[in-house]
C-alpha cells in the first residue's frame, strides 16, 4: 500500500482576515495556572508520527497541522453574527449532538445570539423549495441528543447549485456557515467557499465531518462510527444464536461499507462470533478450489454453523451500474441479496442442508442516537467548529489526528478516502480473530 506522507499535500488554512477583536472567553496564556489556555497560532502537530533515526528533515508549515481550539483573538464580533448550520446526506448517529454543541458554544460561550438552522440539506437554501430556516438556541437543542436522526432535517443533491445558495446566503446575511457532512457535502462546501471568495464576501465555511464509513482522508475516526460498531455487535450476536441455534445454521450480516470496510473489521474484532469479514480493499473469489464457498462449506461441514458479514461495497464488479446518486455516489448493488441468493444456490447444488438468516440492520444503526463515547467526540467537534468560524478560518474541516483535534483545509480532506490496509494489523487481527483465509482467491499457474 502506497503511504500518505505529509509532504504531499498542503495543510496551510486559510484566514478571511486579521484578527483584531478580543475574544469574550477568558482563559491564559501562561503554562501552570491551573486555568484552560488559549491555542496559539504556532501550535502545530505532525501528521506522520513513524520516524527513522538520524537526522530529521524540518518542518514546513504547509506539512503540519494546524491545532483547533479558542484563540484569543477573534475576526467576527460575536454580537454581529449570523451563523448558519446545514446537515447534509444520509443519516449517522451524533448529527445532533454536533448541531447541540455548535449552537450551545456560539450562543453561551460568545454570545452569538443570531443562529439558522438549514433544513433538508443545501435544498433548504433553494428558494424552489421553500423551506423556512429553524431558529436555533439552547432552549431548542438542549434535548436533541437524545434523538436519533437530525434535527434539521437532511437531503442529497442541491450541493451544486453554487450560485443559488450563496444568493441565499447573502440574503440572509449569514456569517458563517457550519455543513455537517460527507465527502459529497464538504466538496460542495469548498465549491460554495469558492463562489464566496469570488464574490469576495466575507463567509466562513466550516465542515464537520460525517461518514459513518470512517473513510475520510486524515482523520482518525469519523462521529458515528463508534456507536456503529456497538449496534452492529449486537446484530452479529443475533446472528450467531440463529445460526448456531439452527442445522448448518449460517448468519448473513450485512454492515455499511461502500468502499472500506472499516464497521465490518471492528465490528468482527468486538464481536468475537464472526467467521468471515468480506470487505471490498480483500478481493476473493466466490467459487473455485480456493474461493469464499470453498472455505465456507468446509466451516460448515465441520462447525455445522458459521457467521458472515460482508460490507456492503463487496461484489460492486458485478452489481454496480455505474450511475450515481443525487449527492454523487456512486449507486451500488445489493451485496447482501446478492451473496444470500448464491450461497443458497450453491448449497442447493452440493445437496447439503442449510438454514440462512440474512439481515441488514443499516438504517437501523444510522438513525441511532449517538453513544456516550460519540456524544463526547460530537461534543469537541462542535466546539472546536464553533472556535475556528469567530476566528476567521475558512474552507477547513475539523477533524481529530493522532488524538488532537485540528484544522484541516477541505482541498486536502477531500482529495481521497482512507481504506483499511489489507497488510496492517488491523486487518491481520481480524484474520486472527476469524480463522478466514489471508486470501480466498485461485490461483493458476
Known amino acids: 500500500m502506497n503511504e500518505i506522507k505529509s509532504e504531499m499535500f498542503d495543510f496551510t488554512v486559510e484566514e478571511l482576515g486579521k484578527r483584531n477583536i478580543k475574544s469574550p472567553i477568558v482563559m491564559s496564556k501562561e503554562l501552570g495556572d491551573s486555568i484552560a489556555n488559549y491555542v496559539r497560532d504556532d501550535q502545530f502537530i505532525r501528521l506522520d508520527t513513524s520516524v527513522s533515526l538520524g537526522s530529521q528533515p524540518a518542518l514546513k508549515r504547509n506539512q503540519v497541522l494546524e491545532l483547533a481550539g479558542p484563540r484569543e483573538m477573534l475576526y467576527f464580533q460575536p454580537s454581529h453574527v449570523h451563523a448558519g448550520i446545514v446537515s447534509c446526506g444520509g443519516l449517522c448517529p451524533g448529527i445532533n449532538d454536533v448541531i447541540r454543541a455548535i449552537v450551545r458554544c456560539l450562543y453561551e460561550r460568545y454570545g ?7 433544513r433538508y440539506g443545501y435544498k433548504g437554501f433553494l428558494p424552489e423549495y421553500d423551506y423556512t430556516p429553524k431558529i436555533l438556541d439552547p432552549d431548542h437543542v438542549d434535548d436533541i441528543h437524545k434523538l436519533g436522526g437530525t434535527y434539521l432535517g437532511s437531503a442529497r443533491g442541491g450541493g451544486k447549485e453554487v450560485s443559488k445558495i450563496v444568493d441565499a446566503m447573502e440574503q440572509m446575511n449569514l456569517n458563517v456557515l457550519f455543513t455537517i457532512g460527507g465527502d459529497g457535502t464538504q466538496r460542495g462546501s469548498l465549491d460554495i467557499a469558492e463562489e464566496i471568495e469570488h464574490r469576495r464576501l466575507k463567509i466562513a465555511m ?26 452492529a455487535v449486537d446484530v452479529l450476536a443475533s446472528a450467531h444464536m440463529e445460526a448456531s441455534s439452527q442445522i448448518n445454521g449460517i448468519g448473513l450480516v450485512k454492515l455499511m461499507g461502500r468502499e472500506s470496510g472499516f464497521i465490518a473489521a471492528h465490528a468482527a474484532l468486538a464481536s468475537h462470533e464472526v467467521n ?25 461441514m465441520k462447525r455445522h454453523h458459521a457467521v458472515i458479514v460482508i460490507a456492503e461495497g463487496v461484489l460492486q464488479e458485478q452489481l454496480a451500474s455505474g450511475e450515481r446518486d443525487a449527492g454523487g455516489n456512486l449507486k451500488i448493488g445489493d451485496a447482501g ?109
Open 206 to 231: 466550516i465542515g464537520i465531518p460525517k461518514t459513518v464509513d470512517n473513510d475520510f482522508a486524515f482523520i482518525q475516526k469519523s462521529f458515528g462510527f463508534d456507536t456503529a460498531v456497538s449496534k
Open 276 to 300: 468471515f469479514v468480506l470487505i471490498p480493499e480483500v478481493p476473493f473469489n466466490l467459487e473455485g478450489y480456493n474461493g469464499f464457498f470453498h472455505h465456507l462449506e468446509e466451516r460448515i
Open 337 to 445: 441479496v446478492y451473496l444470500r441468493d448464491r450461497i443458497q444456490k450453491y448449497f442447493t447444488s452440493t445437496k447439503i442442508e442449510i438454514n440462512l438468516k440474512y439481515i441488514d440492520p443499516s438504517y437501523i444503526i444510522r438513525s441511532a442516537p449517538a453513544s456516550p463515547i460519540d456524544s463526547i467526540y460530537c461534543e469537541r467537534l462542535g466546539n472546536a467548529a464553533a472556535h475556528a468560524a469567530m476566528a476567521g478560518k475558512t474552507k477547513v474541516v475539523i477533524g481529530l489526528v493522532n488524538n488532537e483535534f485540528v484544522h484541516i483545509p477541505m482541498k486536502a480532506v477531500i482529495s481521497h478516502r482512507n481504506h483499511v490496509d489489507p497488510e496492517s494489523s488491523l486487518w491481520r487481527d481480524t484474520l486472527d480473530a476469524t480463522h478466514q483465509p489471508a486470501l480466498m482467491v485461485n490461483q493458476f499457474d
Open 112 to 118: 452569538v445570539k443570531r443562529i439558522s438552522g438549514i
